[in-house]
Each structure stands twice: as C-alpha cells, then as structure tokens.
C-alpha cells in the first residue's frame, strides 16, 4: 500500500478559537450537531511541548483540528444563536479566506 502523493494528500489545519471563521463553525457544528464530548477530544503536545485539546472532523480535501477550551465552547455557542436568528437572512459571505485565518499550526510540520 503506498502513501497518497502530495497532491491528493488532504490539507491539514489546527484552529484556534481566536481566529475560527463562520464557515469553519458551520463545518464543525454539522459534524458535531448535538455537541461534542470527552470520547470526541484528542490530546497532543504541539511544537512548544504545550498539551492541547481539539475536536477532529474532515471535509473533501482538509483535516481539521479544533481546539477546544471554555473560549471555543462559548464562541460555538454565540454562533449557533446566531445562525438561528439569521436563518432567514442569506448568512454573510464576507468570512475570510481560510487559508488566510485558520492555518495556526501545520499539522504537517
């Protein structure tokens, strides 16, 4: 079995609370619809030797990390409200690109 090249390897992304856009809480609150809980959390030490906590979940071509804290708990929660007081405006397409905000960390690295 051999290791998928480069170019169809999926992206790999770790977010921060501090810099999480819309589009990427839509993504996380689909997967996790009713929540996520401590069989859903991962732990590792990053590149600083710091233990973090993140919530995994994948789309077509990106592998996300989430990480997880009472901040990230409470913005998930903002933007639920959010989204059902907005449900029947369009939504706002003015989220900035991803690649611009959500790259914290390269799993790759």
Do not use: C
Not at 27 to 46: A, E, H, Q, V, W
């Amino acid at each position: 079995m051999s290791a998928p090249k480069q170019s169809e390897a999926k992206r790999r992304i770790i977010v921060d609370y501090k810099n999480v856009t819309n589009e990427i809480l839509d993504l996380f609150t689909d997967r996790y619809p009713y929540g996520y809980d401590d069989s859903d959390i991962i732990r590792f030490k990053n590149a600083k030797g710091e233990m973090v906590r993140a919530v995994p979940f994948e789309t077509a071509d990106t592998k996300y990390l989430v990480k997880v804290s009472v901040q990230m708990d409470q913005q998930i929660e903002a933007f639920l409200e959010d989204e059902d007081d907005d449900s029947d405006s369009g939504g706002d397409d003015s989220s900035p690109d991803l690649e611009d905000v959500a790259s914290d960390e390269d799993l790759d690295d």
